[in-house]
């Protein structure tokens, strides 16, 4: 028997609890070890706790990366495209690094030890954030007047602190985001009916909760950073992660925890496959086979996509056999179900750089427009991207209770439309999206000519905040169908021992997404603004051409479109559940 992924032995139910026998789940164990009372454990009950501490990190990640910009533009003194790419950079870092906490929770310490230790990290970052705002900042006597714009060298200690403790936010967040989702669809079992169609819901209202909590946070916290302090817009978010972890712990009696076998890791057995593929790929069919293939095994269970790894499963006759040490059938389909997701996963990173621009270059569009909402206030720009949690609060309740039910009656499917289809229609809705937005820079740009503020970089454009609704409420509305859509194919089509892994390449998407958005940025700062020319991501953006930047990503997500089309169309699903999608 194996231990529990909170790190206690298994125990075996007694004789005299016949009665509880049946209402137990397989597979899973409660806090004490022993088996999991579906009366008393896991669904929503734990699903609860679970989301409420997704709520409070996110307003501890949003309340660092939603106003990131302009902290790096403000008290750190960066030019736009320097700024830009370094709110790039340490996105796509914490997005790529819960394939690392993945990695360890999956093979070693399970989601539940990984979560609090990710949170103690995630903690210590946030704290440091907050002691480098404290420090003294630079001062207008340092800096240099270089034409239109002041050039500022902050203190060394202030820069060093501020960026070591950025990446440590990145790496709580690296074991913290896969885990604590993939945790919370553990509480579902996906061979009960009922907790099957459940765990489908979970993710929509997963995201619907986390949008509702950010939505007001961001309100908050940017009127803070902006107005007030960065000391308390920093402080915050570190109190709102220790709420997080306590929350968590509080729900312990509750989770039900997956059994970790004590066999070989899941990463070691794919890795073993592509391994003995490799080795086998002159080896015919006439050799010897394993017992798995000579039992006639592979008829039943291999799939004909990527059949070059059905060769993990031979042993050329010169070669000594050891059976022990050889590739089975359930490990080949485990690394053909992972191999599958690559052209998803790779045809879906237009999607992410488009995403990248969100905090970036949207929010340096209204820095620029008149933001007065009231005599005496006006709105921080970060704030708009409020807006697009917004759309999601509005959208995923009509989509749960209305869309699905509604297509589920015409198609058949428990959900409604696949997962890839929901997926497909909000890459189409970002696309929409970005066209919106370069048509509504074209405007910005116009007015500013017109009105004569084109040379005036900190003159408001006469033209409302109100002009960017429409981008962020598009590109909320995709993401309800593609976010969430993504969220659940990479939990639902990975092994079962490696869905923490699946959230994290899920989330690995947005960090690649936002090395190639830095890519661009740099690579066409470069070709843009040679000669002294202004270029596209100019310092002054009445002489930037964000419009062709937004054209560009416009075209680059037609062809990832296209090509996500074609790969989703011969797609197998990996059929775990007791429905099909």
Request: aromatic share 12%.
């Given at each position: 028997?194996?231990?529990?992924?909170?790190?206690?032995?298994?125990?075996?139910?007694?004789?005299?609890?016949?009665?509880?026998?049946?209402?137990?789940?397989?597979?899973?164990?409660?806090?004490?070890?022993g088996?999991?009372?579906?009366?008393?454990?896991?669904?929503?009950?734990?699903a609860?706790?679970?989301?409420?501490?997704?709520?409070?990190?996110r307003?501890?990640?949003?309340?660092?990366?939603?106003?990131?910009?302009?902290?790096?533009?403000?008290?750190?003194?960066?030019?736009?495209?320097?700024?830009?790419?370094n709110?790039?950079?340490?996105?796509?870092?914490?997005?790529?690094?819960p394939?690392l906490?993945?990695?360890?929770?999956?093979?070693?310490?399970?989601?539940?030890?990984?979560?609090?230790?990710?949170?103690?990290i995630?903690?210590?970052?946030?704290?440091?954030?907050?002691?480098?705002?404290?420090?003294?900042?630079?001062?207008?006597?340092?800096?240099?007047?270089?034409?239109?714009?002041?050039?500022?060298?902050?203190?060394?200690?202030?820069?060093?602190?501020?960026?070591?403790?950025?990446?440590?936010?990145?790496?709580?967040?690296?074991?913290?985001?896969?885990?604590?989702?993939?945790?919370?669809?553990?509480?579902?079992?996906?061979?009960?009916?009922?907790?099957?169609?459940?765990?489908?819901?979970?993710?929509?209202?997963?995201?619907?909760?986390?949008?509702?909590?950010?939505?007001?946070?961001?309100?908050?916290?940017?009127?803070?950073?902006?107005?007030?302090?960065?000391?308390?817009?920093?402080?915050?978010?570190?109190?709102?992660?220790?709420?997080?972890?306590?929350?968590?712990?509080?729900?312990?009696?509750?989770?039900?925890?997956?059994i970790?076998?004590?066999?070989?890791?899941?990463?070691?057995?794919?890795?073993?496959?592509?391994?003995?593929?490799?080795?086998?790929?002159?080896?015919?069919?006439?050799?010897?086979?394993?017992?798995?293939?000579?039992?006639?095994?592979?008829?039943?269970?291999?799939?004909?996509?990527?059949?070059?790894?059905?060769?993990?499963?031979?042993?050329?006759?010169?070669?000594?056999?050891i059976?022990?040490?050889?590739?089975?059938?359930?490990?080949?389909?485990?690394?053909?179900?992972?191999?599958?997701?690559?052209?998803?996963?790779?045809?879906?990173?237009?999607?992410?750089?488009?995403?990248?621009?969100?905090?970036?270059?949207?929010?340096?569009?209204?820095?620029?427009?008149?933001?007065?909402?009231?005599?005496g206030?006006?709105?921080?720009?970060?704030?708009?991207?409020?807006?697009?949690?917004?759309?999601?609060?509005?959208?995923?309740?009509?989509?749960?209770?209305?869309?699905?039910?509604?297509?589920?009656?015409?198609?058949?499917?428990?959900?409604?439309?696949?997962?890839?289809?929901?997926?497909?229609?909000?890459?189409?809705?970002?696309?929409?999206?970005?066209?919106?937005?370069?048509?509504?820079?074209?405007?910005?740009?116009?007015?500013?000519?017109?009105?004569?503020?084109?040379?005036?970089?900190?003159?408001?454009?006469?033209?409302?905040?109100?002009?960017?609704?429409?981008?962020?409420?598009?590109?909320?509305?995709?993401?309800?169908?593609?976010?969430?859509?993504?969220?659940?194919?990479?939990?639902?089509?990975?092994?079962?021992?490696?869905?923490?892994?699946?959230l994290?390449?899920?989330?690995?998407?947005?960090?690649?997404?936002?090395?190639?958005?830095?890519?661009?940025?740099?690579?066409?700062?470069?070709?843009?603004?040679?000669?002294?020319?202004?270029?596209?991501?100019a310092?002054?953006?009445?002489?930037?051409?964000?419009?062709?930047?937004?054209?560009?990503?416009?075209?680059?997500?037609?062809?990832?479109m296209?090509?996500?089309?074609y790969?989703?169309?011969?797609?197998?699903?990996?059929?775990?559940?007791?429905?099909?999608?």
């Amino acid at each position: 028997m194996g231990k529990s992924e909170a790190g206690l032995e298994v125990v075996e139910v007694e004789e005299d609890e016949e009665e509880e026998r049946d209402d137990i789940v397989d597979g899973v164990v409660d806090f004490r070890g022993g088996g999991a009372i579906r009366s008393k454990s896991g669904s929503w009950r734990s699903a609860a706790f679970i989301i409420g501490v997704e709520v409070a990190e996110r307003i501890a990640y949003y309340g660092i990366q939603g106003n990131l910009i302009s902290y790096l533009t403000g008290p750190l003194h960066q030019s736009t495209a320097t700024a830009a790419e370094n709110v790039n950079v340490w996105s796509g870092t914490s997005t790529l690094l819960p394939l690392l906490g993945a990695f360890l929770a999956d093979s070693f310490l399970g989601r539940y030890r990984t979560i609090i230790l990710a949170s103690l990290i995630y903690i210590l970052g946030l704290g440091l954030l907050t002691l480098s705002a404290m420090l003294p900042s630079v001062s207008n006597s340092e800096c240099q007047v270089d034409d239109e714009f002041k050039s500022c060298s902050p203190p060394l200690l202030q820069v060093v602190l501020f960026f070591i403790s950025l990446y440590l936010v990145a790496i709580g967040q690296g074991g913290h985001k896969p885990c604590v989702q993939a945790f919370g669809a553990d509480q579902f079992d996906e061979q009960h009916p009922k907790e099957h169609r459940d765990r489908s819901s979970f993710f929509n209202w997963w995201y619907f909760t986390m949008c509702a909590g950010c939505m007001t946070t961001l309100w908050i916290l940017n009127y803070i950073q902006d107005n007030l302090s960065w000391v308390l817009g920093f402080g915050f978010p570190c109190v709102a992660m220790i709420v997080a972890l306590l929350v968590f712990l509080l729900g312990t009696m509750t989770y039900r925890f997956n059994i970790q076998q004590r066999d070989k890791s899941p990463f070691l057995r794919i890795g073993r496959v592509f391994v003995a593929a490799i080795r086998n790929r002159r080896t015919t069919h006439s050799t010897t086979a394993v017992k798995g293939e000579r039992d006639g095994l592979l008829a039943h269970q291999s799939s004909d996509q990527f059949e070059f790894l059905n060769k993990a499963l031979l042993v050329p006759k010169d070669e000594d056999f050891i059976e022990e040490e050889s590739c089975s059938p359930s490990e080949v389909e485990e690394a053909k179900a992972v191999l599958r997701l690559v052209p998803i996963w790779a045809t879906t990173l237009v999607y992410a750089v488009v995403f990248a621009q969100v905090p970036t270059f949207f929010t340096k569009q209204g820095v620029t427009l008149d933001r007065t909402i009231l005599p005496g206030f006006d709105i921080p720009a970060a704030s708009l991207q409020t807006l697009m949690t917004l759309a999601i609060v509005l959208f995923s309740p009509i989509y749960d209770r209305l869309f699905v039910p509604v297509a589920r009656s015409i198609t058949g499917k428990p959900s409604g439309i696949t997962m890839l289809q929901r997926i497909g229609t909000g890459i189409f809705i970002s696309i929409v999206t970005v066209v919106t937005a370069a048509v509504i820079e074209t405007k910005r740009l116009k007015t500013a000519q017109e009105s004569g503020v084109v040379d005036e970089p900190n003159a408001t454009v006469p033209m409302s905040i109100w002009w960017l609704i429409p981008q962020y409420m598009l590109f909320g509305v995709s993401e309800v169908f593609t976010m969430v859509g993504l969220q659940e194919f990479f939990y639902d089509q990975v092994p079962n021992e490696l869905r923490s892994m699946g959230l994290a390449l899920y989330l690995s998407i947005f960090g690649v997404g936002n090395f190639i958005s830095s890519f661009l940025i740099s690579v066409i700062e470069k070709a843009t603004g040679k000669d002294g020319q202004d270029s596209w991501f100019a310092n002054n953006l009445n002489k930037a051409h964000l419009d062709y930047f937004y054209w560009l990503l416009a075209g680059l997500s037609v062809v990832g479109m296209a090509l996500f089309t074609y790969f989703a169309k011969s797609y197998i699903y990996n059929n775990k559940g007791v429905t099909r999608q």
